[in-house]
Nanobody
Framework: QVQLVESGGGLVQPGGSLRLSCAASGSIVSIYSMGWYRQAPGKQRDLVAAVISDGSTNYADSVKGRFTISRDNAKNTVYLQMNSLKPEDTAVYYC???????????WGQGTQVTVSS
């Protein structure tokens, strides 16, 4: 079993920054990808950013140029640096880990990010 523990959410004003962290622990045999999804009230859960084992990254169009994902392989931790935050970034952010490309994913419990003045 794999556990994902997220931290770093909170309330920030528009234009501000936050950094999310997600640490993976437990029976980690492989990591194909780690990343972040988000879900706003009444909406589906969508990909925000992910980093693949080969080092490549994927970003939602809405966050390109504002968010940066990075990964510390030694610590099995992924980070999401969020800059120039907008009210529409408000959502619960979920950490996501896939051991293999086509395997079932593990999810964190979610951390709330609220962007409001």
């Amino acid at each position: 079993q794999v556990q994902l523990v997220e931290s770093g959410g909170g309330l920030v004003q528009p234009g501000g920054s936050l950094r999310l962290s997600c640490a993976a622990s437990g029976s980690i045999v492989s990591i194909y990808s780690m990343g972040w999804y988000r879900q706003a009230p009444g909406k589906q859960r969508d990909l925000v950013a992910a980093v693949i084992s080969d080092g490549s990254t994927n970003y939602a169009d809405s966050v390109k140029g504002r968010f940066t994902i990075s990964r510390d392989n030694a610590k099995n931790t992924v980070y999401l640096q969020m800059n120039s935050l907008k009210p529409e970034d408000t959502a619960v952010y979920y950490c996501h880990l896939k051991p293999y490309r086509f395997s079932v994913a593990y999810w964190g419990q979610g951390t709330q990010v609220t962007v409001s003045s």
